[in-house]
């Protein structure tokens, strides 16, 4: 069954430092991967996707992932943390029957230190 | 533009009671997608609509939940005798097409559902 994994429940980086989540996945076939942030009281909002191509993927503010199949793993990365960037931060894939159902992980909670 | 709204943003209510939760999509958007998000938890799906028709609804934990889209725009999600275990945020998302896999899920803020 598709399952995605955050191995990380909660990181604290300092302000100005570089950050990777880590994400994991368990997909028979191409998986197609996302990766949300979640602020206090907001919706989720979509950072960055991968579907095929370039394994490097770039997206908003100044996130980028990259899709590695050897290791199942789609990593989060940005190279300079700002305080604004404290939320939780979703991976997340396709599930089965091609109907757009998301599965997530269970999310990472990034605090940031000044 | 407007994006997801959902209403209300905050539901208490007591064990056993009946409740309705609103979700409006994006102007145009064709897919309307629940999800469940239960406290330090990744967002669990429910249902999709495509158009006024529950394309999947495998994600309903049991005939308590029940949701509708009847002119394919808003959606209500509805909850009979509610239990302590239905307390979570309600999350909902529309998409352009519901073509899979390129279209986008864009997310409301979700509605805070505690059973009391």
């Known amino acids: 069954a598709q399952s995605v994994t955050q191995p990380d429940i909660h990181i604290t980086v300092s302000e100005g430092a570089s950050l990777e989540l880590r994400c994991n996945y368990s997909y028979g076939a191409t998986p197609y991967l996302f990766w949300y942030v979640q602020s206090p009281g907001q919706g989720l909002q979509l950072l960055l996707k991968?579907?095929?191509?370039?394994?490097l993927v770039q997206g908003i503010k100044g996130f980028e992932a990259e899709f590695k199949r050897s290791q199942s793993s789609f990593n989060l990365r940005k190279p300079s943390v700002h305080w604004s960037d404290a939320a939780e931060y979703f991976c997340a894939g396709y599930g089965s029957g091609n109907t757009g159902k998301l599965i997530f992980g269970q999310g990472t909670t990034l605090q940031v230190k000044p | 533009g407007a994006g997801v709204s959902q209403t209300p943003s905050n539901k208490v209510t007591e064990k056993g009671k009946y409740v309705e939760l609103r979700c409006d999509p994006i102007s145009g958007h064709t897919a309307l997608y629940w999800y469940r998000q239960s406290l330090g938890q990744g967002p669990e799906f429910l249902i999709y609509f495509q158009g006024t028709g529950a394309a999947d609804d495998s994600g309903l934990p049991n005939d308590r939940f029940f949701a509708v889209r009847p002119e394919g725009s808003v959606s209500t999600l509805k909850i009979q005798r509610t239990e302590r275990g239905d307390s979570a945020v309600y999350l909902c998302a529309s998409s352009l097409t519901g073509v899979f896999p390129t279209d986008t899920q864009y997310f409301g803020p979700g509605t805070r559902l505690t059973v009391l």
């Open positions: 991968y579907f095929s191509g370039d394994t």
